[in-house]
């Protein structure tokens, strides 16, 4: 049923749209822009772009929601104040490369990004680049490259944003900022601190009591602190060069809260985490005519502490575990770029980053020490012999310790079939590997010194359009893609009771990525912007048999649905906005055979919020008061097996942005 | 149709989906229920996701029921399930990460009640109708429970004041000594005397004892897994040890090659031969002087054997295979000659089995 509602749902939309640009068509065909040349760095490349509008409608979301409701990207959540993993086309999120203003922000020891921990405020770009299109941002992107930077402020003057937001469960907001834009220095500093008991009730339909009712319970452990702050600087002098820098502390400590199938009594078992992270990268770029040159150098340090605490019998809790874990890297880059002409474009960067990573428990006393350097070479090349068609080849070498890793190439190539509407079809491909984490080779217990990278090949092919004309623009793109990933590297118990990574699985991930954006300017100051992804996933096991009895080849791999998508609806009128997210996810499997019994299986998920905004505009500057429904539907519900979600919840935010002298920004 | 129209059918489409339900709600609840003689096999299900379960096999006319505890009782076992024991009427599923014990009707699959307060219980040790030890993977005590109030009497401290803290694990009783072996980062069977409800000493054996049983002559069996590469505690080859409960000294030791590890020691019914896993199944008579040259079941799968157990009645051997540790385990039931009888699916990591006599016994 899942599939013919979206058929339908796809089809009829289309139409709709259709008719409706037809009519425009009719009437206002010489109002069509024509805006087919892109930039030659862009040639075959699929990538989306989040907008600032769409970074301003979720200020105060982290930035797993924004993915979960703005791209095709999976998100795996594990609960509100929780881990959030991304995932691309069906891979690992591992397999998902993040870079902040080009640094490398995968962590060296897990592969992975917790996209809770970082707040949308933040962030001033969005750019998500699937399969060979992440090639030219960074290595090991074998399902894509999601690439995040922070911009300096264009409004000259100074600026300044505080919002206070509050919400159910005892959840406080604070977000401030501060931007200075002179002619050729500026700088931004922004300010989160978030607060929640997080103890949002929730019925157990899966844990009834032994007279039958299910039992109304309350989120137990979840309570969270995350603090941030950021402070950029941007200067540039007459003769071209721009110099940058970013420093961002984040302080964390959240509770890891129960199981609703967790019998023990709240407070006499703990499970905690807090972490300690500065990042800071500097970058430097100077533009000539026909050619940029760019270097950049950061640093990374994470001090994370996980424990466990249980009740010792006399009352007290006692810590019964503590692991602590610190990784520092350090990170340098440099790139140069040529257009010899308006045909050509060659490209080349070198990077290098050294991680130090030390893992310990302490009474258990199994730890690891291990320092790795990795370095990264790219080699990039666009042609476009004719207006109509571009042609473009990548190279990445990569190392890591002492491998040497195979090159990875990656070929585009793209072409306009129709000027007038931005119609092109574009196609990539790329043999691309990702090496393994610090922690898949040298954790304790369990690290295998002998594992092997995993190797991906991927194409895709599209046809992207769009149409703009002065009161309504219309973009979509249609993608297919097709990818092997072998030596999957999977963690399997051993005969010691302790977990080890192996490169076991072969998986076969194919599918097909819908996008589309619409926005209608109606006169009287009405406002319609629509954001719809859909995508369709499957993420095939086909590895060897581990016995005979392995029913898992030929399955959807655990955890990733094969359908989702996301619509955002946004209406505006002078000054109210009032918007609409929904979120929807096919049936998930938690099982490598796919079982379907009661206690495995995750049914479809479909998720709705509202947002209502007003904004006022006094001479002082601008206030705007944000009301939001989350869980409009007030569904009882599980994203992960076992971890509750809130039903119907509800969060208001104040934003105050005064004006000074001329200026007159940051009331969007 | 006009654009007008279809923008209307479209918005009606949308609404449809928007306004869908999530399919998450109570478990359907069924009747099954049990009949003569049978095989309780439990389920770990992953550490973190709660997808424990427990499956019934009937021995006689070799069924399988899966998930029995939540179709009957539509509420879902837990996390970690961990063992099972059954006396008097009553099954008792220790569900280590959920830190409860459940108590059912082993014939209807029907939860009667649990016992509460434990932090992270391994196994359940029945000492008399009102007297029961609990072990623990953290907990500093043994819990001492009254299995008919289903409540904690009493707790006994285990700990040692230079030591870490020892995870107890199995139990196994000689005369009026209970003897456990503690696994992680460990290398002892503690003793504790069960008239005082106190430590009593105990016996340093090799690396992670991973289970401990009693043969026909009172002789206490130990198996170890020697630790692993890199371990603080270091590693050694794993070994298997017979121990006289009598004079807390190890009488024999049989070492495995460095590398090799032990585990799922049991016996079968008239406790005169020992079985255990060591990559392959071995038995071997509990008055052999030498390891046995040919193992009982070999192993050609790449996988490790998770789980075993020998019909006390009939000396079938049953073998658990968790496959990928994802998704469906598969139980063999051999003859007492190693001729494959059966094979059937059971939950998510088969690791522990619980034989019943049809009787509540």
């Known amino acids: ?668 | 149709m006009s654009g007008k129209w279809l923008n209307v059918l479209a918005v009606v489409v949308w609404a449809t989906i928007l306004t869908a339900c999530m399919d998450y709600g109570p478990i359907e609840r069924e009747s099954i229920s049990s009949s003569g003689r049978g095989l309780f096999i439990v389920c770990e299900g992953n550490f973190m996701y709660g997808n424990a379960s427990l499956s019934y096999y009937d021995i006689d006319s070799m069924k399988v029921q899966n998930t029995v505890f939540a179709r009957v009782n539509g509420k879902r076992l837990g996390d970690v399930a961990q063992s099972m024991a059954v006396r008097d009427g009553r099954g008792y599923i220790v569900v280590n990460n959920s830190g409860v014990i459940y108590v059912i009707d082993p014939e209807t699959f029907e939860w009667i009640g649990e016992i509460k307060g434990l932090l992270s219980p391994r196994y359940i040790h029945f000492l008399d109708d009102r007297k029961a030890y609990v072990t623990d993977l953290y907990s500093p005590y043994i819990s001492v429970i009254d299995p008919l109030e289903m409540r904690i009497t009493k707790r006994i401290p285990v700990g040692f004041a230079d030591k870490t803290q020892p995870s107890t694990e199995q139990m196994v009783q000689w005369d009026k000594y209970v003897f456990t072996n503690c696994w992680s980062y460990d290398d002892k069977i503690l003793i504790i005397d069960t008239e005082r409800d106190t430590l009593d000493g105990y016996i340093e054996v090799g690396m992670q004892p991973t289970s401990i049983v009693i043969d026909c002559n009172e002789k206490i069996w130990v198996v170890t897994d020697g630790g692993y590469e890199n371990s603080p505690m270091g590693q050694e080859p794993g070994a298997l040890y017979r121990i006289d409960p009598a004079t807390r000294r190890i009488e024999q030791t049989f070492p495995f090659a460095f590398g090799e590890s032990g585990s799922e020691l049991c016996t079968n019914g008239r406790r005169d031969t020992i079985f255990f896993i060591q990559k392959h199944v071995w038995s071997m008579n509990v008055n052999a002087t030498e390891f046995p040259q040919q193992p009982f079941l070999e192993n050609d799968t790449k996988n490790y054997w998770y789980g075993l157990a020998v019909d006390p009645k009939t000396s079938e051997v049953y073998l658990a295979d968790a496959i990928d540790y994802t998704q469906s385990g598969v139980i063999y039931r051999y003859s007492p000659k190693g001729v494959l009888l059966d094979r059937f699916e059971v939950g998510i990591i088969p690791g522990a089995f619980c034989f019943t006599e049809g009787d509540g016994h």
């Open chain 1, 1 to 668: 049923m899942d599939i013919k509602k979206w058929l339908l749902a796809g089809v009829f939309s289309l139409f709709a749209v259709a008719a409706a640009a037809q009519e425009m068509r009719e009437v206002k065909i010489d109002e069509v822009e024509v805006n087919a040349r892109r930039k030659l760095s862009e040639v075959g490349v699929t990538r989306t772009s989040l907008d600032s509008a769409v970074l301003r409608d979720n200020v105060t979301s982290s930035m797993a929601d924004l993915l979960a409701q703005n791209t095709t990207i999976f998100i795996k959540s594990y609960g509100r104040g929780s881990m959030a993993s991304a995932s691309f086309r069906g891979t690992a999120p591992s397999h998902t490369q993040v870079l902040w203003n080009g640094m490398k922000l995968n962590s060296p020891m897990l592969g992975m990004v917790d996209f809770s921990m970082i707040p949308s405020y933040f962030i001033d770009g969005v750019d998500i680049c699937p399969g060979a299109s992440s090639v030219n941002v960074s290595g090991g992107g074998l399902g894509g490259a999601i690439a995040l930077s922070t911009r300096p402020p264009e409004e000259p003057g100074w600026g300044l944003r505080f919002i206070q937001g509050y919400g159910s469960f005892d959840t406080w907001d604070e977000f401030l900022r501060v931007d200075y834009a002179g002619e050729r220095f500026q700088s931004t500093t922004r300010f989160s601190y978030t607060v929640s008991e997080n103890d949002f009730p929730y019925i157990d339909y899966q844990d009834p009591t032994l007279e039958g009712t299910y039992p109304r319970k309350r989120n137990r452990n979840g309570r969270y602190r995350d603090l941030h702050a950021m402070q950029e600087i941007y200067w540039q002098t007459r003769k071209g060069d721009r110099f940058g820098a970013a420093v961002w502390f984040v302080s964390s400590k959240r509770g890891i809260p129960m199981l609703n199938i967790d019998q023990r009594e709240s407070g006499r078992a703990r499970n905690e985490q807090t972490e300690s992270t500065l990042r800071a990268v500097a970058s430097w770029n100077r533009v000539r005519s026909n050619a940029k040159f760019g270097a950049k150098a950061g640093w990374i340090y994470t001090n994370s502490i996980y424990t466990f605490e249980g009740d010792n019998g006399n009352e007290a809790l006692m810590e019964m575990q503590h692991a602590q874990s610190i990784v520092k890297s350090g990170f340098a880059e440099a790139d140069a770029s040529w257009f010899p002409n308006e045909k050509w474009m060659i490209e080349g960067s070198l990077s290098a980053q050294l991680h130090s990573a030390y893992n310990r428990e302490r009474y258990t006393k199994t730890h690891y020490d291990k320092m790795r350097a990795e370095l990264s070479l790219l080699a990039q090349a666009k042609y476009r012999p004719w207006e109509r068609l571009g042609i473009g080849a990548d190279v990445r070498w990569e190392s890591y310790g002492r491998h040497v890793c195979a090159p990875v190439p990656a070929g585009f190539v793209e072409v306009i079939l129709w000027p007038r509407y931005n119609l092109l079809l574009k196609a990539s491909v790329t043999r691309n590997l990702r090496f393994p984490t610090l922690n898949d080779l040298y954790f304790q217990p369990g690290g295998n010194p002998d594992l092997k990278s995993e190797k991906g090949y991927t194409w895709d092919g599209g046809i992207e359009w769009s149409v703009r004309k002065r009161w309504f623009d219309f973009s979509a793109d249609f993608t297919a893609y097709n990818s092997h990933i072998r030596d999957w590297i999977l963690w399997l118990p051993t005969a010691r009771g302790f977990w080890t990574p192996v490169n076991v699985n072969k998986v076969h991930s194919y599918g097909v990525e819908l996008r589309g954006k619409l926005a209608l300017r109606f006169g009287k100051g009405w406002t319609l912007d629509l954001n719809a992804n859909w995508s369709w996933t499957p993420s095939i096991n086909y590895g060897d048999k581990k016995s005979w009895s392995d029913e898992s080849i030929g399955k959807q791999l655990p955890y990733i649905p094969r359908y989702s998508s996301n619509v955002v609806g946004r209406l505006g009128w002078r000054g109210f906005s009032f918007v609409y997210k929904y979120v929807y996810y096919s049936e998930r499997f938690t099982t490598t055979s796919n079982d379907t019994d009661v206690i495995t299986r995750l049914g479809s998920y479909y998720m709705s919020d509202i947002i209502l905004e007003k904004l006022f505009r006094f001479g002082f500057g601008d206030l705007s008061v944000k009301f939001c429904v989350y869980n409009l539907y007030d569904e009882a519900y599980v994203s992960v097996l076992s971890r509750p979600m809130p039903g119907r919840n509800y969060g208001v935010a104040l934003s105050i942005a005064p004006r000074w002298g001329s200026k007159n920004h940051r009331s969007e």
